[in-house]
């Protein structure tokens, strides 16, 4: 819809509208019944204003701002109350506004020749606006002076200098002056130019040619400025930017570097390194008249080149050098570090440490090695002493080992048959005072029987090679196996034992259950000796990935100040009170680094007079390895089994002879052995009649284990009979042997006729 346009208006139009650089638009204001603005018509537009809406004449004559932009007012109503105070006669606004279409910067001035009517002349200034945006975005965050400056012209038009109009936080600082006493200032002021020089020509260049320059350049006896610089300037469409980058300090750096190459050659020259240099390319090689001297030889005595010092090399180590310097080798590696032999003028070799690092072209191509070579003929010298130390050490480790082994055979030999005798005597007819005598024997037996384990075991903790098996450790029978060995001690003392497994808890873990027992079961045997009166409680539960057994007594407890000294090997907390218990303290010094061993950790809370609570934490494992069965607590009557046979082989006369009339009373037959190859042989004439075969591990001649070969190789009974190893050795020492012969079970001396008759019930 065409609207009127007065003929005052119309005259202005039909002269400015014909400019192609302005936008031009004639707005009608739309009043509503309470006459208040509501929108406006577009009564008029040149093709530029069309253009800038992205619209053709005919789209935008005749048409509202709501209709061309719906939703506009609604979002920005202070667009609306601008119009509008701007409808009056003589009203006027300059400034820049975006477009409501494009978002583009335009410098615009409105004004109302008459009521109701708004003229809008519009100009692009998205790119001037964007440069300078660009530049003070730039500039601001640059860590280089950046300043802008406009030309100054005299009186003919010619450039004699160049105005500052904008700086950087940078610039300030390097000038030493705030933004507001520079501005304005001429370029030759600043930058101490002579307006007559060729420098300032330099600048006019790039403004009028459009061509940037670089140039570094050096500023003395000025307090702020002092110091090398590289500027560089190009050309904006108002005038010229120059950034400058304060490089003193890079220049600095360089002559350090030089100053350093100069003392490194000195240093070379003074040290007693010897260096080498080689051209990748040229397959030249330098030699350093030290590392000619290192050898015994004077400069002149060796050639620089590659086949000299080939024939210097040791002969075993001269691949590692061809190696080295090879093209494929060298495009790999980045540094070149070995140990090699170097024959001397007088015959003998050096340790040589020879180091190196590649150097590379800018295309990343290997172009140079060079290196040092250090005589480290003592070090290797020292090496080789301690490494034949480490292996004599070693050796009398290995030989204490044996001896010990040894040792512990001989002493638990006789103590076990010292404990055999004693067993098989109180089952004869005794008198009331020699049934005290006996008990007497047997207590004593049994404290010499258990100190010597402690001792044992306390040197082979120390050995770093110590084994800790992982086997399926069924807790059930575990517990049940303890509280066999238990309930006896605690009825005897008139105290509970009480047992709580957490419902959380697995049925098995991995672990060593020998090792287990043995903690437990020293925790349990303490808490039962240092309690009088109450109970002794062994509780299983579980914390995050670990199995955590206690032990909580109601005992006479551990002063605080105590704790850490309990742990240690030869303590108790105190003598005077607890000598009666008798014992040297070596339990839970043992109990400790077996937990340690284990991964895991044993701590302790007790106060005096309240009880201890001992905790064993171990981390969860699984595996289904078998487990070799071990001895049970036998709590019965001795079995009757007179249907069983029974070899039994032992070197000892005394020991062969006590296992034989245990097995007896049980109705059983036996048979003695009193050496391996005897006992081959007997199981060979008959097989089928040997139910069980009770074999001592360490026999002169044919030992245990060889003898559980021969009878495993002997047909299919030899395959299928139950051998029992009978041995001083602990049964963590012989495991793993017993497991790869083939032995089924184990009996360690001194036993119990108890011990021996559980495993007999166990395999029979």
Not at 325 to 342: A, D, G, Q, T
Not at 540 to 557: C, N, W
Not at 632 to 647: C, D, G, R, Y
Not at 685 to 703: H, R, Y
């Amino acid at each position: 819809m065409v609207i009127e346009i007065p003929n005052e208006i119309d005259s202005f139009l039909s002269v400015l509208g014909k400019a192609k650089s302005v936008r031009l638009f004639l707005l009608k204001i739309l009043r509503d019944g309470d006459d208040q603005v509501f929108d406006w018509k577009f009564a008029y537009c040149n093709e530029g204003a069309a253009e800038s809406l992205n619209l053709s004449l005919h789209q935008v004559i005749g048409r509202t701002f709501r209709e061309i932009h719906p939703g506009v007012l609604e979002r920005k109503p202070d667009l609306l109350n601008f119009i509008s105070s701007l409808a009056a006669k003589g009203s006027e606004w300059k400034g820049t506004l975006p477009s409501s279409a494009s978002g583009k910067p335009y410098d615009c001035t409105l004004f109302s020749p008459l009521d109701d009517w708004v003229v809008s002349i519009t100009q692009d200034m998205s790119s001037e606006i964007k440069q300078k945006d660009i530049y003070r975005q730039a500039a601001l965050i640059s860590t280089e002076s950046i300043y802008y400056f406009e030309p100054f012209y005299n009186s003919k038009k010619d450039i004699i200098d160049f105005t500052l109009t904008e700086v950087n936080p940078a610039g300030e600082l390097e000038l030493a002056q705030s933004k507001e006493t520079i501005i304005g200032k001429g370029l030759c002021e600043l930058f101490h130019i002579d307006p007559k020089s060729e420098f300032l020509n330099d600048y006019k260049n790039v403004f009028i040619n459009g061509r940037p320059f670089q140039k570094e350049y050096t500023v003395q006896n000025d307090d702020s400025l002092s110091g090398t610089y590289f500027q560089h300037v190009t050309s904006l469409p108002e005038g010229i930017l120059i950034a400058n980058r304060n490089i003193t300090e890079l220049r600095k750096v360089e002559q350090e570097i030089r100053s350093q190459k100069e003392e490194l050659e000195q240093t070379y020259q003074a040290s007693n390194d010897g260096y080498w240099n080689y051209d990748v390319k040229s397959r030249k090689l330098f030699l350093s008249r030290r590392w000619k001297n290192m050898l015994g030889y004077e400069d002149h005595e060796i050639i620089n080149d590659l086949r000299s010092l080939l024939r210097l090399v040791h002969p075993e180590d001269s691949h590692i050098i061809a190696s080295s310097i090879s093209k494929e080798n060298l495009e790999k590696i980045v540094r070149f570090n070995e140990i090699l032999r170097f024959r001397k003028k007088d015959g003998n070799y050096l340790y040589i440490q020879s180091r190196a690092i590649v150097l590379r072209s800018e295309n990343g191509e290997p172009i140079r090695m060079v290196g040092t070579h250090t005589d480290i003929t003592s070090i290797k010298e020292t090496e080789n002493a301690l490494a034949l130390a480490k292996e004599k050490a070693e050796a009398a480790d290995r030989a204490k080992s044996e001896f010990l082994g040894m040792i512990s055979h001989e002493m638990r030999t006789p103590l076990h048959g010292i404990a055999g005798m004693a067993n098989l005597l109180e089952q004869t007819s005794l008198d009331r005072s020699q049934r005290e005598f006996l008990k007497d024997l047997v207590s004593s037996t049994d404290i010499l029987t258990q100190l010597i384990d402690d001792l044992l075991e306390v040197i082979t903790l120390d050995n770093p090679k110590i084994k800790i098996r992982e086997e399926t450790v069924d807790l059930s029978a575990m517990l049940t196996h303890l509280s066999g060995l238990i309930l006896p001690k605690t009825a005897a003392k008139g105290l509970e034992f009480n047992l709580k497994t957490e419902a959380n808890v697995p049925t098995s873990i991995l672990g060593d259950r020998f090792r287990i027992e043995q903690i437990l079961l020293n925790f349990i045997t303490n808490s039962i000796k240092f309690t009088e009166v109450g109970s002794v409680d062994l509780r299983l539960a579980l914390e995050e990935t670990s199995i955590v057994f206690k032990v909580i007594d109601t005992g006479i407890g551990i002063s605080k100040d105590a704790y850490e000294r309990i742990f240690e090997a030869f303590h108790q907390e105190d003598l005077a009170y607890t000598r009666k218990y008798k014992g040297v303290g070596l339990g839970l010094y043992i109990c400790k680094k077996l937990a340690e061993k284990m991964g895991g950790v044993i701590n302790l809370d007790s106060e005096q007079n309240q009880g201890s609570t001992f905790t064993l934490k171990l981390p969860l494992r699984i595996s289904d390895r078998p487990a070799i069965v071990e001895t049970k607590a036998f709590t019965k009557e001795i079995p009757k089994l007179p249907f069983l046979k029974a070899l039994v082989v032992d070197d000892n006369e005394i020991n062969c002879k006590i296992l034989s009339k245990l097995v007896e009373k049980t109705g059983a037959k036996t048979v003695l052995s009193y050496g391996g190859e005897d006992a081959v042989t007997r199981f060979k004439a008959d097989p089928k009649s040997f139910n069980i075969i009770f074999l001592d591990l360490q026999m002169p001649g044919m030992d245990g284990y060889q003898t559980a070969d021969a009878i495993r190789a002997a047909g299919e009974f030899g395959r299928s009979v139950d051998i029992i190893a009978v041995t001083a050795s602990s049964f963590s020492e012989t495991y793993m042997e017993c497991v790869e012969h083939r032995i089924t079970g184990f009996l360690g001396k001194p036993y119990n006729p108890e011990q021996l008759y559980s495993i007999l019930e166990k395999f029979l």
